[in-house]
Protein backbone atom coordinates (compact mmCIF):
# COMPACT_ATOMS: atom_id res chain seq x y z
CA UNK A 1 0.00 0.00 0.00
CA UNK A 2 1.45 3.59 -0.76
CA UNK A 3 2.13 6.29 1.15
CA UNK A 4 -0.84 8.13 -0.14
CA UNK A 5 -3.52 5.33 0.60
CA UNK A 6 -1.58 5.08 3.96
CA UNK A 7 -2.40 8.44 4.93
CA UNK A 8 -6.33 8.30 3.68
CA UNK A 9 -6.52 5.28 5.83
CA UNK A 10 -4.59 7.22 8.80
CA UNK A 11 -7.03 10.00 8.78
CA UNK A 12 -10.23 8.16 7.98
CA UNK A 13 -9.22 6.59 11.84
CA UNK A 14 -8.58 10.07 12.78
CA UNK A 15 -11.60 11.46 11.86
CA UNK A 16 -13.88 8.55 12.89
CA UNK A 17 -16.80 10.17 14.66
CA UNK A 18 -18.29 8.90 17.71
CA UNK A 19 -19.56 5.11 17.05
CA UNK A 20 -23.01 5.30 18.42
CA UNK A 21 -23.83 8.54 15.72
CA UNK A 22 -21.55 6.06 13.43
CA UNK A 23 -24.04 3.13 13.60
CA UNK A 24 -27.03 5.15 13.38
CA UNK A 25 -25.77 6.63 10.21
CA UNK A 26 -25.03 3.68 8.74
CA UNK A 27 -27.89 2.13 9.32
CA UNK A 28 -30.14 4.77 7.94
CA UNK A 29 -28.10 5.18 5.06
CA UNK A 30 -28.05 1.85 4.15
CA UNK A 31 -32.08 1.14 4.70
CA UNK A 32 -32.69 4.40 2.64
CA UNK A 33 -30.60 2.87 -0.19
CA UNK A 34 -31.86 -0.47 -0.06
CA UNK A 35 -35.27 1.70 0.09
CA UNK A 36 -34.49 3.78 -3.07
CA UNK A 37 -33.55 0.04 -4.84
CA UNK A 38 -36.80 -1.29 -3.77
CA UNK A 39 -38.66 1.36 -4.54
CA UNK A 40 -37.61 1.13 -8.71
CA UNK A 41 -37.07 -2.81 -9.06
CA UNK A 42 -41.01 -3.03 -7.36
CA UNK A 43 -42.40 0.03 -9.61
CA UNK A 44 -41.07 -1.74 -13.03
CA UNK A 45 -41.55 -5.17 -11.78
CA UNK A 46 -44.79 -4.39 -10.95
CA UNK A 47 -45.89 -3.25 -14.56
CA UNK A 48 -44.68 -6.32 -16.17
CA UNK A 49 -46.75 -8.64 -13.75
CA UNK A 50 -50.03 -6.30 -14.38
CA UNK A 51 -48.75 -6.76 -18.29
CA UNK A 52 -49.36 -10.65 -17.52
CA UNK A 53 -53.01 -10.11 -16.26
CA UNK A 54 -52.83 -11.42 -12.75
CA UNK A 55 -55.32 -11.76 -10.48
CA UNK A 56 -56.50 -8.70 -8.94
CA UNK A 57 -54.74 -10.32 -5.14
CA UNK A 58 -51.61 -10.74 -6.82
CA UNK A 59 -51.52 -7.28 -8.24
CA UNK A 60 -52.94 -5.70 -4.76
CA UNK A 61 -49.91 -7.29 -2.49
CA UNK A 62 -47.18 -6.37 -4.78
CA UNK A 63 -48.94 -2.61 -4.89
CA UNK A 64 -48.68 -2.26 -1.41
CA UNK A 65 -45.00 -2.93 -0.62
CA UNK A 66 -44.66 -0.49 -3.05
CA UNK A 67 -46.86 2.82 -1.50
CA UNK A 68 -44.59 1.51 1.81
CA UNK A 69 -41.62 1.65 0.27
CA UNK A 70 -42.63 4.97 -1.79
CA UNK A 71 -44.45 6.24 1.73
CA UNK A 72 -41.03 5.80 4.39
CA UNK A 73 -38.40 7.06 1.54
CA UNK A 74 -38.81 10.52 2.35
CA UNK A 75 -38.77 9.97 6.26
CA UNK A 76 -35.91 7.72 5.83
CA UNK A 77 -34.03 10.12 3.64
CA UNK A 78 -34.17 12.47 6.11
CA UNK A 79 -33.21 10.71 8.72
CA UNK A 80 -30.17 10.13 7.06
CA UNK A 81 -29.24 13.40 6.23
CA UNK A 82 -30.37 14.59 9.90
CA UNK A 83 -27.53 11.78 10.96
CA UNK A 84 -25.18 13.09 8.51
CA UNK A 85 -25.53 16.40 9.85
CA UNK A 86 -24.81 15.14 13.30
CA UNK A 87 -21.51 13.86 12.22
CA UNK A 88 -20.44 16.55 10.26
CA UNK A 89 -21.06 18.96 13.04
CA UNK A 90 -19.10 16.91 15.65
CA UNK A 91 -16.22 16.19 12.81
CA UNK A 92 -15.98 20.09 12.60
CA UNK A 93 -16.15 20.48 16.50
CA UNK A 94 -13.24 18.42 16.69
CA UNK A 95 -10.93 19.45 14.03
CA UNK A 96 -11.07 22.79 14.72
CA UNK A 97 -10.13 21.84 18.34
CA UNK A 98 -7.40 20.19 16.77
CA UNK A 99 -6.53 23.06 14.91
CA UNK A 100 -6.21 25.32 17.32
CA UNK A 101 -4.22 23.03 19.61
CA UNK A 102 -1.84 21.79 17.16
CA UNK A 103 -1.09 25.19 15.61
CA UNK A 104 -1.04 26.77 18.94
CA UNK A 105 1.94 25.12 20.09
CA UNK A 106 4.22 25.92 17.28
CA UNK A 107 7.66 28.33 17.73
CA UNK A 108 7.66 31.58 16.52
CA UNK A 109 10.01 31.07 13.82
CA UNK A 110 7.34 28.51 12.20
CA UNK A 111 4.68 30.83 12.83
CA UNK A 112 6.52 33.84 10.95
CA UNK A 113 7.16 31.71 8.52
CA UNK A 114 3.79 31.42 7.62
CA UNK A 115 2.58 35.19 8.64
CA UNK A 116 2.02 36.59 4.94
CA UNK A 117 -0.11 33.89 4.16
CA UNK A 118 -3.66 32.74 4.90
CA UNK A 119 -2.34 29.52 6.74
CA UNK A 120 -5.21 29.99 9.09
CA UNK A 121 -8.03 30.53 6.52
CA UNK A 122 -6.71 27.43 4.37
CA UNK A 123 -6.55 25.36 7.73
CA UNK A 124 -10.02 25.70 8.94
CA UNK A 125 -11.30 24.89 5.37
CA UNK A 126 -8.87 21.65 5.09
CA UNK A 127 -10.56 20.88 8.81
CA UNK A 128 -13.83 21.05 7.46
CA UNK A 129 -12.99 18.68 4.47
CA UNK A 130 -12.18 15.98 7.43
CA UNK A 131 -16.05 15.69 7.39
CA UNK A 132 -16.29 14.23 3.68
CA UNK A 133 -13.73 11.41 4.60
CA UNK A 134 -16.90 9.46 6.45
CA UNK A 135 -19.90 11.95 5.02
CA UNK A 136 -18.66 11.28 1.51
CA UNK A 137 -16.62 8.89 1.62
CA UNK A 138 -16.52 6.34 4.04
CA UNK A 139 -20.76 6.41 4.52
CA UNK A 140 -21.57 5.98 1.08
CA UNK A 141 -19.16 3.26 0.82
CA UNK A 142 -20.53 0.97 3.26
CA UNK A 143 -24.07 1.85 2.34
CA UNK A 144 -23.27 0.49 -1.09
CA UNK A 145 -21.81 -2.71 0.26
CA UNK A 146 -24.58 -3.62 2.42
CA UNK A 147 -26.80 -3.10 -0.92
CA UNK A 148 -24.74 -5.24 -2.71
CA UNK A 149 -24.96 -8.02 -0.53
CA UNK A 150 -28.96 -8.06 0.06
CA UNK A 151 -29.46 -7.70 -4.06
CA UNK A 152 -27.09 -10.42 -4.13
CA UNK A 153 -28.73 -12.58 -1.68
CA UNK A 154 -32.15 -11.45 -3.18
CA UNK A 155 -31.33 -12.68 -6.57
CA UNK A 156 -29.95 -15.94 -5.59
CA UNK A 157 -33.10 -16.62 -3.44
CA UNK A 158 -35.46 -15.82 -6.57
CA UNK A 159 -37.53 -18.87 -7.71
CA UNK A 160 -37.25 -21.71 -9.50
CA UNK A 161 -35.30 -21.40 -6.12
CA UNK A 162 -31.44 -22.95 -6.63
CA UNK A 163 -31.62 -21.83 -10.22
CA UNK A 164 -30.58 -18.27 -9.74
CA UNK A 165 -27.51 -19.28 -7.75
CA UNK A 166 -24.79 -18.44 -10.52
CA UNK A 167 -26.14 -15.46 -11.41
CA UNK A 168 -25.86 -14.30 -8.21
CA UNK A 169 -22.11 -15.75 -7.99
CA UNK A 170 -21.47 -14.00 -11.38
CA UNK A 171 -22.60 -10.49 -9.94
CA UNK A 172 -20.91 -11.08 -7.02
CA UNK A 173 -17.57 -11.25 -8.94
CA UNK A 174 -18.75 -8.51 -10.88
CA UNK A 175 -18.70 -6.55 -7.49
CA UNK A 176 -16.03 -7.06 -6.05
CA UNK A 177 -13.45 -7.20 -9.42
CA UNK A 178 -15.26 -3.58 -10.09
CA UNK A 179 -14.81 -2.18 -6.75
CA UNK A 180 -10.98 -3.14 -6.24
CA UNK A 181 -10.38 -1.75 -9.70
CA UNK A 182 -11.92 1.65 -8.40
CA UNK A 183 -10.04 1.18 -5.50
CA UNK A 184 -6.75 0.48 -7.05
CA UNK A 185 -7.66 3.74 -9.16
CA UNK A 186 -7.35 6.31 -5.71
CA UNK A 187 -3.45 6.25 -5.85
CA UNK A 188 -3.16 7.60 -9.54
CA UNK A 189 -6.17 9.82 -8.67
CA UNK A 190 -4.30 11.25 -5.56
CA UNK A 191 -1.12 11.91 -7.30
CA UNK A 192 -3.31 13.54 -10.14
CA UNK A 193 -5.03 16.03 -7.44
CA UNK A 194 -1.49 16.77 -5.84
CA UNK A 195 -0.05 17.88 -9.18
CA UNK A 196 -3.18 19.70 -10.32
CA UNK A 197 -3.29 21.61 -7.13
CA UNK A 198 0.43 22.39 -7.26
CA UNK A 199 -0.08 23.38 -11.07
CA UNK A 200 -2.88 25.60 -9.85
CA UNK A 201 -0.77 27.35 -6.95
CA UNK A 202 2.20 27.45 -9.79
CA UNK A 203 -0.53 29.65 -12.01
CA UNK A 204 -1.82 31.73 -9.87
CA UNK A 205 1.55 32.78 -7.94
CA UNK A 206 2.68 33.71 -11.32
CA UNK A 207 -0.05 36.00 -12.05
CA UNK A 208 0.39 37.84 -8.92
CA UNK A 209 4.31 38.43 -9.82
CA UNK A 210 3.79 39.24 -13.47
CA UNK A 211 0.51 41.63 -12.34
CA UNK A 212 3.35 43.74 -10.27
CA UNK A 213 6.24 42.99 -12.82
CA UNK A 214 4.66 43.86 -16.41
CA UNK A 215 4.34 47.60 -16.24
CA UNK A 216 7.94 47.93 -16.07
CA UNK A 217 8.62 45.42 -18.59
CA UNK A 218 6.80 47.11 -20.67
CA UNK A 219 8.52 50.15 -20.46
CA UNK A 220 11.77 48.43 -21.18
CA UNK A 221 10.37 46.64 -24.11
CA UNK A 222 10.41 42.64 -22.64
CA UNK A 223 6.71 42.09 -22.78
CA UNK A 224 7.95 38.66 -24.04
CA UNK A 225 9.99 37.68 -21.24
CA UNK A 226 6.48 37.98 -19.13
CA UNK A 227 4.43 36.57 -22.01
CA UNK A 228 6.97 33.64 -21.91
CA UNK A 229 6.61 33.31 -18.12
CA UNK A 230 2.82 33.21 -18.08
CA UNK A 231 2.49 30.74 -20.94
CA UNK A 232 4.75 28.21 -19.26
CA UNK A 233 2.68 28.19 -16.72
CA UNK A 234 -0.58 28.00 -18.27
CA UNK A 235 0.88 25.17 -20.12
CA UNK A 236 1.93 23.42 -17.36
CA UNK A 237 -1.60 23.82 -15.26
CA UNK A 238 -3.28 22.94 -18.75
CA UNK A 239 -1.39 19.77 -18.98
CA UNK A 240 -2.20 18.98 -14.94
CA UNK A 241 -6.03 19.56 -16.05
CA UNK A 242 -5.79 16.71 -18.74
CA UNK A 243 -3.78 14.19 -16.40
CA UNK A 244 -6.31 14.67 -14.07
CA UNK A 245 -9.35 14.25 -16.60
CA UNK A 246 -7.96 11.04 -18.11
CA UNK A 247 -7.49 9.42 -14.47
CA UNK A 248 -10.79 10.29 -13.65
CA UNK A 249 -12.27 8.81 -17.11
CA UNK A 250 -10.19 5.72 -16.13
CA UNK A 251 -12.27 5.17 -13.25
CA UNK A 252 -15.79 6.33 -14.49
CA UNK A 253 -16.04 3.95 -17.29
CA UNK A 254 -15.77 1.23 -14.51
CA UNK A 255 -19.33 0.97 -13.29
CA UNK A 256 -20.79 1.28 -17.25
CA UNK A 257 -18.68 -2.12 -18.79
CA UNK A 258 -19.74 -3.61 -15.19
CA UNK A 259 -23.33 -3.17 -15.55
CA UNK A 260 -22.81 -4.18 -19.40
CA UNK A 261 -21.21 -7.35 -18.20
CA UNK A 262 -23.97 -8.49 -15.66
CA UNK A 263 -26.66 -7.60 -18.33
CA UNK A 264 -24.65 -9.97 -20.31
CA UNK A 265 -24.61 -12.34 -17.32
CA UNK A 266 -28.20 -12.46 -17.18
CA UNK A 267 -28.89 -13.07 -21.10
CA UNK A 268 -26.13 -16.34 -20.91
CA UNK A 269 -26.50 -18.11 -17.59
CA UNK A 270 -30.63 -16.75 -16.52
CA UNK A 271 -32.29 -20.05 -15.73
CA UNK A 272 -35.79 -20.45 -17.17
CA UNK A 273 -37.82 -18.44 -15.08
CA UNK A 274 -41.18 -15.69 -14.93
CA UNK A 275 -40.23 -12.78 -17.45
CA UNK A 276 -41.18 -10.25 -13.72
CA UNK A 277 -37.80 -12.05 -12.19
CA UNK A 278 -35.84 -11.03 -15.45
CA UNK A 279 -36.80 -7.97 -15.28
CA UNK A 280 -36.05 -7.73 -11.58
CA UNK A 281 -32.75 -9.45 -12.11
CA UNK A 282 -32.18 -6.90 -14.95
CA UNK A 283 -33.05 -3.78 -12.96
CA UNK A 284 -30.69 -4.83 -10.18
CA UNK A 285 -27.61 -4.96 -12.60
CA UNK A 286 -28.99 -1.34 -13.58
CA UNK A 287 -28.71 -0.87 -10.25
CA UNK A 288 -25.37 -2.25 -9.47
CA UNK A 289 -23.97 0.04 -12.23
CA UNK A 290 -25.16 2.83 -10.20
CA UNK A 291 -23.95 1.88 -6.92
CA UNK A 292 -20.36 1.66 -8.69
CA UNK A 293 -20.82 4.87 -9.86
CA UNK A 294 -21.55 6.08 -5.97
CA UNK A 295 -18.70 4.19 -4.80
CA UNK A 296 -16.41 6.00 -7.29
CA UNK A 297 -17.30 9.47 -6.42
CA UNK A 298 -17.50 8.78 -2.97
CA UNK A 299 -13.57 7.73 -3.84
CA UNK A 300 -13.29 10.83 -5.52
CA UNK A 301 -13.92 12.72 -2.12
CA UNK A 302 -11.45 10.86 -0.80
CA UNK A 303 -8.76 11.57 -2.93
CA UNK A 304 -9.74 15.25 -3.28
CA UNK A 305 -9.51 15.32 1.13
CA UNK A 306 -6.36 14.12 0.43
CA UNK A 307 -4.87 17.41 -0.21
CA UNK A 308 -6.38 18.65 2.83
CA UNK A 309 -4.83 15.04 5.19
CA UNK A 310 -1.67 16.12 3.70
CA UNK A 311 -1.33 19.60 4.64
CA UNK A 312 -3.01 19.43 8.19
CA UNK A 313 -0.67 16.55 8.39
CA UNK A 314 2.66 19.44 8.53
CA UNK A 315 0.31 21.13 11.25
CA UNK A 316 0.78 18.02 13.57
CA UNK A 317 3.83 18.64 13.85
CA UNK A 318 4.52 19.80 17.68
CA UNK A 319 8.11 20.77 19.09
CA UNK A 320 7.47 19.58 22.23
CA UNK A 321 7.25 15.54 22.49
CA UNK A 322 8.84 14.82 25.97
CA UNK A 323 6.50 14.46 28.89
CA UNK A 324 9.19 15.04 31.60
CA UNK A 325 7.76 17.06 34.57
CA UNK A 326 9.10 20.33 35.72
CA UNK A 327 12.69 19.84 37.71
CA UNK A 328 13.31 20.69 40.90
CA UNK A 329 16.26 22.20 40.42
CA UNK A 330 15.19 25.60 38.08
CA UNK A 331 19.06 26.03 36.81
CA UNK A 332 18.61 27.24 33.34
CA UNK A 333 22.22 25.73 31.52
CA UNK A 334 23.07 26.54 27.87
CA UNK A 335 25.93 24.45 26.35
CA UNK A 336 27.29 25.71 22.95
CA UNK A 337 24.60 27.09 21.93
CA UNK A 338 24.06 28.30 18.89
CA UNK A 339 20.96 30.13 17.27
CA UNK A 340 20.26 31.01 13.30
CA UNK A 341 17.61 32.85 12.05
CA UNK A 342 17.04 32.99 8.51
CA UNK A 343 20.72 31.73 7.46
CA UNK A 344 21.89 34.39 9.58
CA UNK A 345 23.99 33.30 13.19
CA UNK A 346 22.86 35.09 16.07
CA UNK A 347 24.44 33.30 18.90
CA UNK A 348 28.06 31.26 18.69
CA UNK A 349 28.90 28.67 21.10
CA UNK A 350 27.50 30.41 23.83
CA UNK A 351 27.75 28.90 27.22
CA UNK A 352 26.33 30.12 30.59
CA UNK A 353 24.64 29.12 33.98
CA UNK A 354 21.56 31.36 35.63
CA UNK A 355 20.61 29.86 39.38
CA UNK A 356 17.68 30.54 40.52
CA UNK A 357 16.32 33.87 41.88
CA UNK A 358 18.94 35.69 39.71
CA UNK A 359 18.33 38.98 37.78
CA UNK A 360 19.99 38.77 34.13
CA UNK A 361 19.79 41.83 31.55
CA UNK A 362 20.31 40.99 28.36
CA UNK A 363 21.97 44.16 26.35
CA UNK A 364 22.55 44.67 22.89
CA UNK A 365 22.30 46.62 19.32
CA UNK A 366 18.86 46.17 17.76
CA UNK A 367 18.57 43.42 15.94
CA UNK A 368 21.87 41.82 17.59
CA UNK A 369 19.46 38.98 18.17
CA UNK A 370 18.24 39.10 22.05
CA UNK A 371 14.56 38.15 21.52
CA UNK A 372 15.67 35.30 19.34
CA UNK A 373 17.57 34.36 22.48
CA UNK A 374 15.08 34.97 25.20
CA UNK A 375 12.37 32.92 22.57
CA UNK A 376 14.89 29.77 22.80
CA UNK A 377 15.49 29.96 26.59
CA UNK A 378 11.53 29.21 27.18
CA UNK A 379 11.12 26.76 23.70
CA UNK A 380 9.40 29.17 21.65
CA UNK A 381 11.75 29.42 19.01
CA UNK A 382 14.38 26.21 17.75
CA UNK A 383 17.88 25.12 18.77
CA UNK A 384 20.29 25.46 15.97
CA UNK A 385 22.48 22.83 17.90
CA UNK A 386 23.76 22.59 20.77
CA UNK A 387 21.20 22.25 24.19
CA UNK A 388 19.35 24.23 26.93
CA UNK A 389 18.15 23.11 29.66
CA UNK A 390 16.24 23.35 33.06
CA UNK A 391 18.36 21.46 36.02
CA UNK A 392 19.35 18.60 34.32
CA UNK A 393 16.33 18.64 31.67
CA UNK A 394 16.37 19.61 27.77
CA UNK A 395 13.93 22.54 27.48
CA UNK A 396 11.71 20.96 24.80
CA UNK A 397 11.77 17.61 26.83
CA UNK A 398 9.77 19.05 29.48
CA UNK A 399 5.99 18.93 29.55
CA UNK A 400 4.70 21.32 27.57
CA UNK A 401 1.67 22.45 29.98
CA UNK A 402 4.07 22.33 32.99
CA UNK A 403 7.07 24.43 31.22
CA UNK A 404 4.09 27.24 30.60
CA UNK A 405 3.32 27.67 33.90
CA UNK A 406 6.70 27.31 35.51
CA UNK A 407 8.51 29.72 32.74
CA UNK A 408 6.56 32.74 31.34
CA UNK A 409 7.60 34.91 28.48
CA UNK A 410 6.26 38.26 27.90
CA UNK A 411 7.37 39.52 24.24
CA UNK A 412 7.67 43.28 23.46
CA UNK A 413 4.72 43.28 21.91
CA UNK A 414 2.25 41.24 23.60
CA UNK A 415 -0.35 40.01 21.26
CA UNK A 416 -3.08 39.09 23.43
CA UNK A 417 -7.13 38.46 22.97
CA UNK A 418 -9.12 41.54 23.33
CA UNK A 419 -11.71 41.71 25.88
CA UNK A 420 -11.89 43.22 29.27
CA UNK A 421 -8.96 43.89 30.84
CA UNK A 422 -9.44 41.92 34.07
CA UNK A 423 -10.16 38.68 32.15
CA UNK A 424 -7.41 38.71 29.51
CA UNK A 425 -5.41 38.75 33.06
CA UNK A 426 -6.55 35.19 34.01
CA UNK A 427 -7.75 34.32 30.69
CA UNK A 428 -7.31 30.23 31.13
CA UNK A 429 -5.12 30.25 34.30
CA UNK A 430 -5.91 29.98 37.92
CA UNK A 431 -4.09 31.94 40.38
CA UNK A 432 -3.92 32.65 44.22
CA UNK A 433 -2.06 36.63 43.72
CA UNK A 434 -4.30 39.25 43.76
CA UNK A 435 -4.71 40.17 40.25
CA UNK A 436 -6.29 43.64 41.02
CA UNK A 437 -3.51 44.35 43.38
CA UNK A 438 -0.94 43.65 40.67
CA UNK A 439 -2.60 46.18 38.15
CA UNK A 440 -2.80 48.77 40.50
CA UNK A 441 1.11 48.48 41.96
CA UNK A 442 1.93 48.69 37.69
CA UNK A 443 0.03 51.94 38.09
CA UNK A 444 -3.08 50.81 36.15
CA UNK A 445 -6.34 51.07 37.32
CA UNK A 446 -9.35 49.10 36.05
CA UNK A 447 -12.98 48.65 36.37
CA UNK A 448 -14.92 45.91 34.88
CA UNK A 449 -15.59 47.14 31.86
CA UNK A 450 -12.38 48.41 30.96
CA UNK A 451 -11.28 46.75 27.63
CA UNK A 452 -7.75 44.98 26.78
CA UNK A 453 -7.30 46.92 23.43
CA UNK A 454 -8.59 50.48 24.57
CA UNK A 455 -5.34 50.69 26.72
CA UNK A 456 -2.52 52.39 25.81
CA UNK A 457 0.35 50.60 24.50
CA UNK A 458 2.39 50.68 27.61
CA UNK A 459 -0.70 49.63 29.82
CA UNK A 460 -1.12 46.53 27.70
CA UNK A 461 2.61 45.73 28.24
CA UNK A 462 2.30 46.04 32.06
CA UNK A 463 -1.21 43.85 31.49
CA UNK A 464 0.99 41.20 30.10
CA UNK A 465 3.25 41.52 32.64
CA UNK A 466 0.75 41.21 35.03
CA UNK A 467 -0.60 37.81 33.52
CA UNK A 468 2.67 36.46 33.66
CA UNK A 469 3.13 36.25 37.03
CA UNK A 470 -0.67 34.02 37.31
CA UNK A 471 0.59 31.45 37.38
CA UNK A 472 3.79 32.70 40.13
CA UNK A 473 6.68 31.23 37.59
CA UNK A 474 10.23 30.12 38.47
CA UNK A 475 11.38 31.18 35.63
CA UNK A 476 9.74 34.76 33.85
CA UNK A 477 11.74 36.41 30.45
CA UNK A 478 10.61 39.50 29.70
CA UNK A 479 11.92 41.06 26.10
CA UNK A 480 11.95 45.42 26.75
CA UNK A 481 9.23 45.16 29.71
CA UNK A 482 9.86 48.67 30.45
CA UNK A 483 10.20 50.04 27.05
CA UNK A 484 8.27 53.50 26.58
CA UNK A 485 7.62 53.80 29.68
CA UNK A 486 8.80 56.65 32.02
CA UNK A 487 10.34 56.81 35.23
CA UNK A 488 8.06 55.95 37.79
CA UNK A 489 6.40 53.78 35.03
CA UNK A 490 9.72 51.32 35.22
CA UNK A 491 10.22 51.83 38.56
CA UNK A 492 6.38 50.12 39.67
CA UNK A 493 7.71 47.48 37.43
CA UNK A 494 10.56 47.00 38.88
CA UNK A 495 8.98 47.09 42.44
CA UNK A 496 6.29 44.45 41.25
CA UNK A 497 9.04 41.81 39.89
CA UNK A 498 10.89 42.31 43.18
CA UNK A 499 8.11 41.21 45.09
CA UNK A 500 8.19 37.61 43.11
CA UNK A 501 11.14 35.09 43.74
CA UNK A 502 11.79 33.97 40.64
CA UNK A 503 14.42 33.86 38.01
CA UNK A 504 14.13 36.76 35.75
CA UNK A 505 15.59 37.24 32.74
CA UNK A 506 14.98 40.85 30.19
CA UNK A 507 16.54 41.86 27.61
CA UNK A 508 16.66 45.93 27.78
CA UNK A 509 18.27 49.19 27.03
CA UNK A 510 17.37 50.69 30.25
CA UNK A 511 20.10 51.56 32.71
CA UNK A 512 17.76 51.59 35.43
CA UNK A 513 16.38 47.84 34.66
CA UNK A 514 20.51 47.05 34.53
CA UNK A 515 21.54 48.78 37.48
CA UNK A 516 18.44 46.10 39.02
CA UNK A 517 19.26 43.20 37.59
CA UNK A 518 22.52 40.74 39.47
CA UNK A 519 24.56 40.06 36.03
CA UNK A 520 24.35 41.70 32.54
CA UNK A 521 24.97 39.94 28.90
CA UNK A 522 26.04 41.56 26.13
CA UNK A 523 25.16 40.01 22.94
CA UNK A 524 27.48 41.70 19.83
CA UNK A 525 28.17 39.96 16.85
CA UNK A 526 27.06 36.34 17.58
CA UNK A 527 29.07 36.69 20.38
CA UNK A 528 27.54 36.49 24.19
CA UNK A 529 29.87 37.93 27.05
CA UNK A 530 29.40 38.23 30.44
CA UNK A 531 29.93 42.05 31.40
CA UNK A 532 29.47 42.39 35.15
CA UNK A 533 28.65 40.05 38.24
Known amino acids: MNTDLRRLLRWLRRAQPPRRELIRAIMMGSVASITSVGLLVGAVGLLVQSARRPGLGAVAGVLIIIEVLAFTRSPLRFAERLSAHRLGFASVTRWRRWLVASVGRWDYSRWRTHSSGDLLERSLRDTDELQ ?37 MWYVLIQIVATVLLVSNVG ?38 ADERFEKRRKYLALAERLHQRVQQRSMAVPLIAGLVALQILWFAAPQSSPTWLVVVALLAVATADSLASIRLALDTAAAVSGASERLEALDEGPFQGRTPWPLDSTIRADHLRVREDESDLVLDANFVITPGRRVAVVGSSGAGKSTLLRVLCGLDPVFSGEVTI ?31 RDVVSLGRTSERNMASDLSMLGIETSETTRFEELSRGERQRVALARSLV ?63
Open 188 to 225: SLVRADRTLRRARGAFQGTLVELSAVTPEFSLLGRESF
Open 132 to 168: DLWLRFALPFINTIVTFVLSDVVIALLPPHGKWLTVA
Open 391 to 421: GDVRVRDIDEAQLREMMTYVAAEPGLTRGYA
Open 471 to 533: TSPRVLIADEPTSGLGIDETDRVLELLATHDATIIVATHDERVMNWCDEIYELSNGVLRLLSR
